[in-house]
Every structure is written in C-alpha cells, then in structure tokens.
C-alpha cells in the first residue's frame, strides 16, 4: 500500500492558479497510475485527472480539460495538479489516489487515497 498526502490548496481568487501536490510514500511509486478527483460540498466525489506509471498518458475531464495539467516525478514521488483560469465551480475537496496497473476514471478501482486538501475560488 502507498500512502498519499496532499499539498497546496487554498484560497484564489476566479482566474487565478494553484498548483496541488501529492506526495506518496510506502511503495514503488512508479508501479502507480495516479488520479485526482474533487468532492464539491453535497456532490459526488469525481474524476478529475489521471496519468499513466511513466507519464506516458493524461486524460481529463471536459469540465477541466485545457486549464488543468496532470505531472509526475517518479524520482520525487510526487504527482502533480497545475490549475489555472480558477473558475468558483472548481471549488471543492481535491484528492489524489493511486492503482496499481492501467489508468482508470472510475473511483473503485483507486485502492489508495489522500485525505485530500481544500481548494476554494471566490468570484
């Protein structure tokens, strides 16, 4: 099991940037496909990003597609989310997760999670 801590939420203002950070420990991070997915208040848990083991494939949602952008550094165990052009229904709980193996969007099959960290954009 690898264990995920999230890094670099916080408050922006709309059309501002972040960028998240997902540190895992505990295993052999390059074995991972990891994804970010975000909790608004009162919604579903979704899919966000995700990237394959060597970087090799990113996919996105449409909600996020050319403002979000999926890295990796395998040398530092670390995953990354760079967020530009905030918009308030970005607002949410956003969380990284990892799965052995292929890529997924689909929330079951990530068998470890981050405790996730908050991100807020004002209008």
């Known amino acids: 099991q690898v264990q995920l801590v999230e890094s670099g939420g916080g408050l922006v203002q709309a059309g501002g940037s972040l960028r998240l950070s997902c540190a895992a420990s505990g295993g052999t991070f390059s074995r991972y496909a990891m994804g970010w997915f975000r909790q608004a208040p009162g919604q579903e848990r979704e899919f966000v990003a995700h990237?394959?083991?060597?970087?090799?494939?990113?996919n996105y949602a449409d909600s996020v597609k050319g403002r979000f952008t999926i890295s990796r550094e395998n040398a530092q165990n670390t995953v990354y989310l760079q967020m530009n052009s905030l918009k308030p229904e970005d607002t949410a709980v956003y969380y990284c997760?990892?799965?052995?193996?292929?890529?997924?969007?689909?929330?079951?099959?990530?068998?470890?999670w981050g405790q996730g960290t908050q991100v807020t954009v004002s209008s």
């Open positions: 997760a990892a799965r052995q193996g292929l890529v997924s969007i689909r929330i079951a099959e990530y068998d470890n």
């Open positions: 990237i394959s083991r060597l970087a090799f494939a990113t």
